[in-house]
């Protein structure tokens, strides 16, 4: 407040000069005292006038870059003195009033805008990212249940699924069965107990009677519950557990991908994270990082590992597939191959649900009598089928076995395209190209 005062006081002291010497001169070249004593009443209002100006400037000077705001306290001053010269200065007086109008409208918007409260502006700080070797074992299982289920604390949301995709298939609380996959509530103090299953062999891949016998040739077997689980995950086809293996193939194939693979492609971090989670949600200490990722080391070779993907802006989406992939890019994303046969799909062989023919079997599933769905059509049937499985059940597979989360997990255009593949399908017939 002093140097605003002693500025408007300098700059007033330069305009009393100004107005003393016009005083001087009004005194000398006007005879007549009455226009004489009108004169010099005017002079004393300019002078109050632009002693209110320069103070007006000196605080708006101020305040305008600072962090007080009292800006609006200017434009109040500015205005007064127009309309107070208006009062005596007639001839200039529409045009002062005019003037008044406009500082009194950009005083009531200023006095507005900082009432509200205000933001500080400039740069966000520059947000450091860990490393996830300097993660600590929260963090890093926080990142875990991000990549299985999409967020931390969605664990128990229906429907939530990550990039590992992994709810699609395993369930992971006490009571919950899967179709395709064991439930893995438990699986830190399981994972010890199936190395000690024969079927197993541990020590000797060679002896397994699986589709795989190792990860790759020389990795061996798992010596312990924290390799075990990463060997299940890079070749879950070197042991599968009883009741959950490909039908017809006697539990010697598993249903799932090895998902350091396309489409899913998790990084050795990654599928650490996803582990420490698993021990830390059952209250278990984890192994540590270095202890995980070089037990992944052991069953993935290096020329496999996928790179660590650059975390996505916020909001970046969290669709399977966004529709500009092809379609058996699409379908491989949203683990349909592993269910089901589709033909001309290179992978999709699975056996859990129908094999998709639906250019030939939609239009008979429309006319089933047991049929209660809502699609008039067969691309509306086929839509249908894949937002809400539960509409139409085609037997002999048992209901609530296909996830009823694509209508949420694909976008609009990945969804057409399946259809559109799918409606050419026909039984007995070259399958489409893919586009």
Not at 79 to 88: E, I, P, R, S, W
Not at 150 to 163: D, L, R
Not at 381 to 394: G, K, L, Q, R
Request: a negative charge; proline letters at 8%; charged letters at 20%.
């Amino acid at each position: 407040m002093g140097n605003l005062i002693a500025e408007a006081v300098s700059m007033g002291w330069m305009a009393l000069a100004i107005i003393a010497g016009l005083l001087v001169y009004f005194q000398v070249s006007i005879s007549d005292p009455a226009a004489k004593k009108r004169a010099v009443f005017k002079t004393f209002i300019g002078m109050v006038s632009c002693l209110l100006l320069f103070m007006a400037i000196a605080n708006y000077k101020t305040n305008f870059y600072g962090e007080s705001r009292l800006l609006p306290v200017s434009l109040v001053m500015i205005t007064v003195t127009t309309f107070v010269m208006a009062l005596y200065f007639t001839n200039l007086s529409a045009l002062l009033k005019i003037g008044g109008m406009m500082f009194f409208i950009a005083a009531f918007l200023s006095g507005y805008g900082n009432w509200l409260p205000q933001v500080e502006g400039g740069f966000p700080p520059v947000e450091e990212k860990k490393t996830w070797d300097s993660m600590t074992p929260e963090q890093l299982a926080d990142e875990g249940e991000k990549i299985i289920f999409g967020g931390v604390g969605k664990n128990k949301e229906q429907g939530a699924i990550g990039k590992g995709q992994c709810p699609l298939c395993h369930a992971f609380h006490a009571g919950m069965l899967g179709e395709r996959a064991p439930n893995l509530l438990g699986i830190p103090e399981r994972a010890g107990q199936i190395l000690e299953d024969p079927k197993y062999s541990k020590g000797d891949p060679s002896k397994r009677e699986y589709e795989q016998k190792e990860a790759f040739p020389g990795s061996g077997t798992a010596e312990s519950g924290l390799e075990y689980i990463a060997e299940s995950h890079a070749c879950p086809s070197c042991y599968v557990v009883a009741g959950y293996g490909v039908k017809g193939t006697n539990d010697k194939q598993s249903p799932m991908p090895a998902i350091h693979k396309p489409p899913i492609s998790l990084s050795l971090p990654e599928l650490a994270a996803v582990d420490i989670w698993l021990y830390s949600r059952e209250g278990r200490d984890a192994p540590s990082f270095e202890e995980i990722v070089k037990a992944y080391e052991k069953f993935i070779p290096e020329a496999d590992r996928p790179k660590q993907e650059e975390e996505k802006a916020a909001g970046a989406t969290s669709l399977m597939a966004d529709g500009t992939e092809p379609v058996d890019q699409i379908l491989a994303k949203a683990q349909c191959v592993a269910c089901h046969t589709i033909p001309g799909i290179p992978g999709a062989i699975g056996t859990i649900g129908p094999k998709l023919e639906e250019g030939t079997t939609a239009a008979l599933r429309l006319k089933d009598p047991e049929y209660k769905g809502t699609a008039k059509s067969a691309t509306e049937y086929i839509m249908e089928s894949i937002v809400d499985p539960s509409a139409f059940v085609v037997k002999p597979f048992p209901d609530n076995t296909m996830p009823k989360v694509f209508g949420q997990k694909l976008s609009a255009g990945a969804l057409k395209k399946i259809v559109d593949y799918l409606s050419q399908v026909k039984t007995g017939a070259p399958p489409p190209k893919i586009s």
